[in-house]
């Protein structure tokens, strides 16, 4: 016999209240007194607990007959049903504002249904099917990735839980485009109003697609869904079988739009694979009530934040040159972050959920992104491979090992089995680079690396010439290592970081002080950084703050900035081996 789904049913016939009423109807399970019924804590992909039962409003357990049944709530999401194994009907509003690509959403205009904010599920069951029916106010349409139940109307099937919750679902009056790469469909359901070319848009889009499918030798799924809203913020959250793209509509005025987007929707369509298939072992199945702790979100966030950008170099949407630019710039960014070296990838993968997203005050002098570190991290293991291999093998052909030997095979992943792999690639130990770089705390090799792939390095001190150009003579300039809050109006200069051992930091500053004065000299939050800089390295300077309520002043000296601005170009006087292997490792000429 074919076993019974659990079915939910989502009304929204009072959009302005911004609550969703849910009603869930579990079948019976004989043999069984009592069911528990569990409302997840926190969305995958996103690594924090939101304690989304926080939202649930007017919960109510009846049998089929409209009676009550006795019902024990266990703790802040987890409730215990005496069924006498009968069938039971779960209803319940959930109340839906927040705009993100994590959570849900209801108002007069449209509705965005993300499962792990919606749904209950009986424990010891996710892997029972699903069925969901959506009843939208008139007028309008439903996209999302699940397949249609044949028959029903707006209605459809998921083979477990999991895969419910995986599968957001958009309902509103947004636009529908779709395009195919070979067999497979492809489908954008976007809302909101955008200044962008959408010709353009479904051609870069498709671009990545195909470059992507390519590298991994064809698509895992018969139908992809690409959710966008084009609001006023920035976002982006896989699935298997579709993605949410949060975007700011009114950017596409120039190309720094237009690539923002790209990136965005490469980084999301790689996790298709990196963490949706390719995955720890720790990721799937998940346990919806509590962390879920893993060691590779380096390799599953970091790694595809390095493979967005070859993507769209190789898809012919950025220039090598727009690569190596875009590339110095943010090295420039990560070289200059104090906490860069001071923990260790694998470990601040494992305390993403206490540390990434509720960092404290001295984050920056102790940690850093694993997306940011995981990237350089990537771009290191990368150009190691194909100076082991001529060129001829990198990062690309890592990930379609992966895929082809474990995730196609429906075989997890972990931290020794990407070593393995990466050592067959290159064909020697790769010990050093797993225990300096992701298990250890030494410096990224970046430079040194790139320029064994034929790009020119180079390095300079910030000085006042680079920071205004109407001044002709060059001058160092002086550098405290404080760092600002930046506000809306600019009007006080509050002190966000101090860079240990720098001067700032040897006579006591620290954060939350108020710099009013320098030299003397009134400040506020868009004149502090000139006023400091005014003084050249050697220098004493009086720096007035308020800590709380008291006025202090101290004197500083400045030193030398130590931070470097970094410049990557082609080096068109390299050999010709190292020009062969450049183009190897860029997927291009150049």
């Not at 016939?13 to 079948?27: L, V, W």
């Not at 920071?467 to 001058?475: F, G, I, L, T």
């Not at 009013?516 to 000299?521: L, R, S």
Request: glycine share 6%; aromatic share 10%.
């Amino acid at each position: 016999m074919p076993i019974a789904p659990i079915h939910y049913r989502v009304a929204m016939s009072e959009p302005q209240s911004h609550e969703f009423h849910i009603t869930m109807e579990i079948p019976a399970f004989p043999g069984k007194d009592s069911i528990e019924v569990v409302f997840p804590a926190w969305a995958p992909g996103s690594y924090l607990v939101r304690d989304f039962s926080r939202h649930i409003y007017d919960l109510e357990m009846r049998d089929r007959a409209g009676k009550a049944i006795p019902c024990e709530r266990i703790d802040k999401q987890r409730w215990r049903l005496r069924t006498d194994g009968k069938p039971i009907i779960v209803r319940y509003r959930v109340f839906a504002f927040e705009i993100s690509v994590r959570t849900s959403f209801l108002d007069d205009s449209r509705a965005f249904l993300n499962g792990t904010s919606l749904f209950f599920f009986v424990e010891g069951e996710i892997a029972r099917p699903c069925v969901v029916t959506i009843d939208p106010p008139t007028g309008w349409r439903i996209s999302t990735a699940l397949p249609a139940q044949r028959g029903q109307r707006h209605t459809f099937r998921a083979r477990d839980y999991d895969e419910l919750v995986d599968s957001p679902v958009e309902v509103g009056t947004h636009q529908v485009l779709d395009f195919r790469v070979d067999k497979t469909r492809f489908e954008v359901a976007l809302h909101g109003h955008i200044n962008a070319d959408l010709a353009r848009i479904l051609a870069e889009l498709r671009a990545i697609v195909r470059t992507t499918g390519a590298m991994f030798g064809g698509f895992p799924f018969e139908r992809y869904l690409f959710i966008i809203h084009a609001l006023s913020t920035r976002g982006g959250l896989e699935h298997a079988n579709s993605c949410t793209l949060d975007i700011a509509g009114l950017s596409f005025e120039d190309e720094k739009g237009y690539q923002s987007f790209a990136e965005l929707a490469a980084h999301e369509f790689f996790h298709a694979w990196n963490v949706k298939r390719i995955r720890d072992r720790a990721l799937g199945p998940f346990d919806y009530t509590k962390e879920n702790y893993t060691r590779l979100l380096w390799f599953h966030e970091g790694f595809t934040e390095h493979m967005q950008a070859l993507v769209l170099l190789r898809a012919g949407l950025i220039s090598v040159e727009r690569y190596l630019k875009d590339l110095a710039e943010d090295w420039t960014k990560y070289a200059a972050r104090p906490g860069r070296n001071v923990t260790p990838l694998s470990e601040l993968s494992y305390e993403a959920w206490i540390k990434q997203y509720k960092p404290a005050d001295n984050h920056t002098n102790r940690m850093v992104s694993y997306y940011d570190k995981g990237r350089w991290a990537g771009l290191t293991l990368d150009l190691i491979l194909r100076s082991a291999t001529a060129g001829r093998r990198g990062l690309p052909d890592l990930f379609r090992r992966l895929w082809l030997r474990h995730a196609a095979r429906d075989r997890s992943i972990d931290a020794a089995i990407i070593r393995s792999e990466a050592e067959a690639i290159a064909g020697r130990s790769l010990a050093s680079y797993f225990n300096r770089f992701i298990d250890g705390k030494a410096e990224l090799p970046v430079p040194a690396l790139l320029r064994g792939a034929g790009v020119k390095v180079q390095a300079a001190t910030p000085s006042e010439y680079e920071r205004n150009d109407k001044v002709k003579a060059r001058r160092l300039l002086g550098w405290s290592g404080l760092v600002f809050a930046s506000n809306g109006e600019r009007e006080s200069a509050v002190v966000k970081n101090v860079v240990p051992d720098s001067p700032a930091w040897r006579v006591g500053i620290t954060f939350g002080d108020e710099i009013i004065a320098v030299d003397g000299a009134r400040t506020t939050g868009a004149t502090v950084g000139k006023r400091l800089a005014d003084g050249k390295p050697g220098q004493d300077i009086a720096v007035s703050f308020f800590r709380k309520d008291r006025l202090r002043t101290t004197k500083l000296r400045l030193v030398r900035n130590p931070e470097r601005k970094w410049a990557f170009a082609v080096d068109t006087e390299a050999s010709p081996r190292t020009r062969r292997l450049r183009a190897r490792w860029l997927g291009v000429s150049g």
